[in-house]
């Protein structure tokens, strides 16, 4: 079954620590996402990917990095320079540019 | 800017037929898409307009016109499944999604 996974489905962090979530595709697509989602707010932008070993910053990158070292996986790490981590974190993929997007199931992040 | 507007909330009848609007402002546009999210999960792609009229999918339809920006999503039979909020997103010159905030639809018996 092809599809987005991410994981952890909820991660709590502490005070200045970095946490990593896990973003794998077995879409075969290149183009990759990570979205912010916030109660009352629209999906925002972080990073974006259009192919292995580039990817671009979104909206609100600050507090933010990711990588993209093979085609099936996109992970964000969410530093102690951003200062408002809880959310609810989107990935998404899609095989085209006019391509609907596909969302992993999300990962819910909160501050201990 | 880019803007998306859409309601916040509305309400309908189980069975009965509910029309979403959505108002778009984005540098350039390809297309305008809908998604629908169930609480605390991940949004699923409802449909693609690029070009004005209405697209038909089962008991969802589409609508779009470009001059005027705007779109629908028109839910028709509605069924208690359907409680979900539904985000209307419109992708700009660079191929990005500006996403509204959505609108939370609630299905009443």
């Known amino acids: 079954d092809g599809g987005i996974t991410q994981s952890p489905k909820y991660l709590f962090r502490k005070e200045g620590q970095n946490v990593t979530l896990s973003c794998e595709q077995n879409?075969?697509?290149?183009?990759m996402y990570w979205y912010r989602q916030d109660p009352g707010q629209g999906l925002r932008l972080i990073y974006y990917?259009?192919?292995?070993?580039?990817?671009q910053k979104g909206d609100i990158a600050e507090g933010y990095s990711v990588s993209r070292e093979k085609k099936e996986s996109f992970p964000l790490t969410v530093t102690s320079a951003q200062k408002n981590p809880t959310a609810f974190y989107l990935c998404?993929?899609?095989?085209?540019?006019?391509?609907?997007?596909?969302f992993g199931d999300g990962t819910r992040l909160s501050i201990l | 800017g880019q803007n998306i507007d859409q309601p916040t909330e509305m309400t309908a009848t189980e069975g009965a037929i509910v029309q979403i609007n959505c108002t778009y402002q984005?540098?350039?546009?390809?297309?305008l898409f809908w998604y629908q999210q169930h609480a605390g999960e991940a949004p699923t792609f409802l449909s693609y307009?690029?070009l004005d009229g209405l697209e038909e999918k089962g008991r969802f339809s589409s609508f779009l016109s470009r001059s005027k920006g705007y779109s629908y999503l028109l839910l028709k039979e509605l069924q208690m499944k359907d409680s979900a909020s539904y985000l209307c997103?419109?992708?700009?010159?660079?191929?990005?999604?500006?996403w509204g905030a959505g609108t939370k639809l609630i299905i009443k018996p």
């Open positions: 998404a993929s899609s095989g085209g540019l006019r391509q609907p997007q596909h």
């Open positions: 879409l075969n697509h290149d183009a």
């Open positions: 990917s259009q192919i292995v070993n580039d990817f």
């Open positions: 984005t540098s350039g546009f390809n297309g």
């Open positions: 307009n690029v």
């Open positions: 997103a419109s992708m700009d010159s660079n191929y990005q999604l500006i």
